[in-house]
C-alpha cells in the first residue's frame, strides 16, 4: 500500500481518516501541531505519542522532509541559498533573505519550468513534476529550523510557475495560514506569475490577501512575445484586464516585476510606453536589472539606465523602485544552483 503524504493534509482531513480509523478525537490536532507548529520531521519526536501508535502512523503516513545538499551563505549580506534533494532525486532551490523587518524566504513550487522565459535558468532544462504542497511548506519549515528563527515572509518566486501547479499551491496556502497550524498571514505572502491569466480569475475569486506579482518585463507584445512565449497565449492587454479584475475583487494592489535587459526593454521609449498602459492601475513597479544568466546572451542595464527608467515612471504617477540586489556572491537568483547541479551530473 503506498503510504499517504500526512504533511499535505489539512486539519479537518486528518481528523476525518483518524476518526475513520478509529484514534481517539484529540490524535488529530496534536499531530497535525507536531507537523505545523513544532516542525518535527518524524513521529519519533512526537513525545506525547506512544511507540505503539508512532509505529502504525508510521506505516501508514509518511512525512515529506528535504534534504540539503548545498547551504551557501552570502559574506555580503548573511542571504543563506539552500539546494535541496527530494526522495526522487530531483532538485529545488530556496533562498533566505534576512532583513531588518524579519526573514523572508524565496520558495520553488515545480521542478523545472514550463513557460520558456527567455531570461530565466529555470526554464533552460524544461519542466519535470509539480512539487507537493508539502514539498512547497516544507521550504518554509526548513529555513526556519536551520535558521533557528521563524519566517515571517514567504516569496513564491522560486523555481516553477506557481499558478501553473494551482491546486497544490492554493493548498500550500492554506496549510501555511491555517491558525491551527504555522499561521502566517497571508498579507506576508507574495505569489508571482509569468501570467496565466486564466488562473489570475480563479485566484481572484478567492479572495485571499497575499500579494500578486506579474512578471510583466516588457512595455509591448512584440518584447513581451519574444522574451515571453506565455504572451503569445495571453497578451498585455488581457493580462492587464485580469490584473484590474483582481485588484477590484481583492482590493490588493498589483506588483509588477520588470526585469531591466540591455538594450532589450530599457529606453526611455519603453519606460513611456510602461507609464501609459500602467495608468490608472493600482500597482507598484519592482525594477530589477536582469541577472546575467550562462547560456543568454543578456545583459543587466547600467545604473544610469536603470535610474532613468525608474525616474521616468516615478514622474509620471508610477510608483517604481529598484530591487536591492542580496546574495549576488552566491548566485542567489531563481534556477541558477540546480543549473549547476544539474550540469554536474552530465
Ligand atoms: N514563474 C513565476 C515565478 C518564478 S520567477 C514568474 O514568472 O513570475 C521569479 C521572478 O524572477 C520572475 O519575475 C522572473 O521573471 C524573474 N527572473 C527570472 N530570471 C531572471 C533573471 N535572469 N534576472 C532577473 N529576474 C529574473
Excluded at 505519542?49 to 515529506?64: G, P, V
Excluded at 532525486?89 to 522565459?117: A, F, P, R
Aim: charged share 25%.
Amino acid at each position: 500500500m503506498e503510504k499517504i503524504d500526512i504533511k499535505s493534509m489539512t486539519l479537518p482531513e486528518l481528523q476525518a481518516d483518524f476518526a475513520a480509523r478509529g484514534y481517539e478525537k484529540f490524535r488529530a490536532k496534536q499531530i497535525y501541531q507536531w507537523l505545523h507548529v513544532k516542525n518535527v520531521n518524524s513521529f519519533n519526536e512526537m513525545t506525547n505519542i506512544s511507540a505503539n501508535l508512532k509505529q502504525e502512523l508510521s506505516n501508514i503516513f509518511y512525512i515529506t522532509s528535504l534534504n540539503i545538499v548545498k547551504r551557501l551563505v552570502s559574506k555580503l549580506d548573511n542571504t543563506v541559498k539552500y539546494l535541496y534533494e527530494l526522495p526522487d532525486g530531483s532538485h529545488v532551490e530556496s533562498v533566505l533573505m534576512q532583513y531588518k523587518h524579519g526573514n523572508s524566504v524565496c520558495i520553488s513550487t515545480q521542478v523545472g519550468c514550463k513557460m520558456g522565459c527567455s531570461f530565466c535558468a529555470s526554464t533552460i532544462a524544461g519542466f519535470v513534476r509539480n512539487l507537493t504542497p508539502s514539498e512547497i511548506l516544507e521550504q518554509v519549515y526548513a529555513a526556519g529550523r536551520d535558521s533557528g528563527e521563524r519566517v515571517s515572509n514567504v516569496v513564491l518566486m522560486g523555481i516553477g510557475e506557481p499558478l501553473d501547479n494551482y491546486d497544490n499551491v492554493l493548498r500550500f496556502l492554506r496549510l501555511l495560514s491555517d491558525e491551527q497550524g504555522f499561521c502566517l498571514s497571508l498579507r506576508h505572502v507574495s505569489l508571482s506569475t509569468c501570467g496565466i491569466v486564466d488562473k489570475i480569475y480563479d485566484l481572484a475569486e478567492k479572495k485571499l490577501q497575499l500579494t500578486l506579482s506579474i512578471s510583466l518585463h516588457a512595455p509591448n507584445d512584440e518584447i513581451r512575445s519574444k522574451t515571453m512565449p506565455v504572451n503569445r497565449r495571453w497578451n498585455i492587454d488581457e493580462l492587464l484586464d485580469a490584473c484590474r479584475y483582481y485588484e477590484q475583487k481583492t482590493g490588493r494592489r498589483i506588483s509588477f516585476e520588470y526585469a531591466l535587459i540591455a538594450g532589450v526593454n530599457d529606453s526611455l521609449k519603453d519606460a513611456q510606453e510602461l507609464a501609459g498602459r500602467l495608468k490608472g492601475t493600482l500597482c507598484h513597479v519592482n525594477l530589477i536589472p536582469v541577472n546575467a544568466v550562462a547560456e543568454t546572451s543578456y545583459r543587466a542595464s547600467n545604473r544610469q539606465k536603470v535610474f532613468a527608467f525608474q525616474k521616468y515612471l516615478n514622474d509620471h504617477g508610477i510608483t517604481a523602485t529598484v530591487r536591492r540586489t542580496l546574495g549576488a556572491d552566491i548566485n542567489a537568483a531563481c534556477g541558477q544552483l540546480r543549473r549547476e547541479e544539474l550540469q554536474q551530473e552530465k
